[in-house]
């Protein structure tokens, strides 16, 4: 099976005052269609940089890729024409949850424009944008007949996120809905383009707990029902555990490790993702914890960036950066010392 | 039997909500008719959702928030009508850390001036003193000496937290509020934070009231643990009896939603539908009827009260 998504070797960083901030080092990452893949890693790890570089929405000014390739469906996006990634590919192929719910709306326009608004441009069911190209965009007619079948299809995928009233929601603006509605409703229009990656940025982090799995349950639903594959940014193993089939660790802007889930979770190989286990809260307060703190990424230490941190470090891991090790079935680790006693 | 170090009786703290031309039309009751004891050295866990009104408590008992009804008690002492010069004395012993350490810090101050700031307020020491005294804080909060010279921005959000309990540390409380401690803190970090506030319970003798959404970080460090729901307690008892043992049935569904690695997915057998209904417009009877996959006619004329039930105490017509 080809993979849908594939990111290689892809090589980013950040223009600042300070110097380049070298974000992404060499990672690489793969989704199938129809696979829910976790990108798990601490805040300023890169996962939400890598998950921009795929849409290709990082600020152009301060950024510079250095190498790599963003393969989907075989079109290096990096690459290819920007106007036909934009018609084809971003907004329509791959969509995008965000982390906030909150501020992710416009608050002077009620959820039902807002929503529409997606579709005049990214319905599944227009080729062309409406409107010839010289007219400002928001000028250009909608035709009346693709609007009724559009807003058919909201008020059906509404009913799909488990909103009640859909024909009432779209008249509310976004202070009256509550962050679970919010994130139900965003869910729902990264849907309606007809995408075949979903990146959801954090989906649950503003949510409560018991909201938390709802929404996690409808990602996953959705996810199975529809044949759309999720890349799921997250620093919350227990989401990663839920719903993911299968699950990248990052670390300081490296990939570290990938498995299965139930590999990663039961046969950890690298250092770091053993003492991202451990840091977890348990009933009996014997968390761990990582000593040190997050490299900085202006200057990066060499070779393993996690090498500072790790007990296991030796010469070579301040060299190089160690190669992929493939320790079994979809399961790979970049490190020079990892945990084979438990694979 | 040792006395509560801090007691509430029927606490109400209710917000009104005005509209047009002043008018009031309406109440939010964010905390309605809470009464609980703090005994002393105890770790107590205070859990629930956003908008359940678990920080709102937290900050009457600080007086940040004027109760509308009810006693507050410390050490013997009715403390939430008190003179402003007598409640000084008390807030010493009595501290609150704020969710968002980041933001209670002064931007424009250095860190050193941040930990002077309480003892200048509160104590009458020179400033070698306090100089000596905040030293030896930052040491046990794990911090070096350098970090008196920065500014909050320059430091990471795991030192930061260590910076707003080193503040509070200064003046030798007796009950710590600690208002979501770990939230915006990575895993890695948080069982370090975690672990220190361990550590300085048992070095500086400390009572904490911890305030959390985060089953997970209450199960380990609580010994004690109410869990409230649209501004009251539905269910309270020992932290293990709790989880192993929930009655209420929002408490189980609360238990039910923490993701368990390894266990079975939470996402296939969660049950709980709906989100909490609009806190200015509650429903008649028990408040969580409207979600509750056991509510009966009971439910709906009837508030159900806190009564005991094996080890703790739950507000359930038909508790498990």
Not at chain 1, 321 to 326: A, L, S
């Amino acid at each position: 099976m080809t993979a849908l998504l594939t990111v290689e070797e892809l090589s980013l960083g950040f223009a600042t005052e300070a110097g380049l901030a070298l974000v992404l080092d060499r990672v690489n990452l793969s989704i199938e269609a129809g696979q829910v893949l976790g990108l798990v890693g601490e805040s300023g790890c890169g996962k939400t940089t890598l998950a921009r570089a795929v849409l290709g929405v990082l600020p152009p000014d301060q950024t510079r890729i250095s190498g790599g390739r963003v393969l989907f469906r075989g079109t290096d996006l990096l690459t290819a024409d920007p106007a036909t990634v934009n018609q084809r590919v971003r907004g329509r192929a791959i969509t995008f949850v965000p982390q906030d719910p909150f501020s992710s709306f416009n608050p002077v326009f009620t959820v039902g424009e807002q929503i529409m608004e997606i579709l005049k441009w990214k319905s599944p069911r227009a080729d062309q944008p409406p409107g010839p190209g010289w007219l400002p965009a928001v000028m250009s007619h909608y035709p009346a007949d693709r609007k009724r079948a559009d807003r058919d299809a909201v008020l059906e995928l509404l009913d799909a996120v488990q909103l009640p009233r859909p024909d009432q929601m779209l008249r509310k603006y976004p202070h009256e809905l509550s962050g679970g509605q919010r994130q139900r409703l965003m869910i729902a229009m990264a849907l309606l383009p007809g995408p075949d990656l979903v990146i959801a940025d954090e989906p649950t982090t503003a949510l409560d707990v018991t909201i938390q799995a709802q929404i996690l349950g409808l990602i996953r639903r959705l996810a199975t029902e529809r044949n759309v594959a999720v890349l799921l940014t997250t620093h919350d193993l227990g989401a990663a555990y839920e719903i993911c089939d299968a699950v990248n660790v990052m670390y300081a802007g490296q990939d570290v490790e990938s498995a299965t889930v139930d590999r990663f979770f039961a046969a950890p190989a690298h250092p770091y993702t053993t003492k991202l286990l451990a840091s977890l809260p348990d009933a009996a307060g014997t968390a761990s914890g990582i000593p040190g703190e997050v490299p900085g990424l202006i200057t990066p230490p060499g070779g393993c960036r996690f090498h500072p941190r790790c007990e296991r470090a030796t010469g070579p891991c301040r060299e190089a950066r160690p190669p992929v090790d493939q320790l079994g079935a979809g399961h790979w680790v970049r490190c020079y010392h990892p945990h084979r006693e438990a694979t | 039997m040792t006395p509560p170090i801090l007691g509430l009786a029927d606490l109400q703290v209710h917000f009104t909500v005005r509209g047009p031309f002043n008018r009031r039309v309406g109440s939010i009751k964010a905390v309605d008719g809470v009464s609980l004891d703090l005994m002393p050295g105890e770790v107590f866990g205070l859990v629930g959702e956003s908008g359940c009104g678990k920080s709102t408590l937290g900050k009457a008992v600080m007086g940040i928030h004027k109760p509308t009804a009810g006693e507050i008690w410390f050490e013997g002492q009715r403390i939430d009508r008190l003179a402003p010069a007598a409640w000084r004395t008390v807030r010493r012993s009595l501290q609150y850390a704020y969710q968002d350490p980041g933001a209670s810090l002064d931007p424009r101050w250095k860190i050193g001036s941040s930990l002077h700031e309480p003892l200048v307020i509160h104590t009458d020491l020179d400033a070698a003193a306090r100089d000596a005294r905040i030293r030896s804080i930052l040491e046990a909060v794990g911090l070096p000496d350098t970090h008196l010279d920065l500014y909050p921005h320059e430091i990471s959000g795991g030192q930061q937290r260590r910076v707003g309990l080193a503040r509070i540390l200064t003046l030798h409380p007796k009950v710590v509020i600690l208002d979501e401690p770990t939230s915006g803190l990575d895993v890695s970090v948080q069982a370090t934070v975690l672990s220190l506030f361990r550590g300085l319970r048992a070095t500086f003798d400390l009572t904490y009231v911890l305030i959390s959404h985060d089953l997970a970080v209450i199960r380990t460090m609580c010994s004690r643990v109410a869990v409230m729901y649209l501004g009251r307690i539905v269910e309270s008892g020992p932290t293990d009896a709790i989880f192993d043992r929930p009655r209420h049935p929002y408490t189980r569904s609360l238990v039910a939603a923490i993701p368990k690695i390894g266990g079975v997915r939470v996402t296939r057998t969660f049950w709980l539908q709906g989100e909490p209904p609009d806190p200015g417009n509650l429903p008649t009877g028990c408040r969580f009827r409207t979600r509750c996959p056991k509510a009966a006619d009971l439910c709906a004329c009837e508030e159900p009260a806190l009564s005991p039930l094996g080890s703790g105490s739950v507000a359930c017509h038909f508790p498990d």
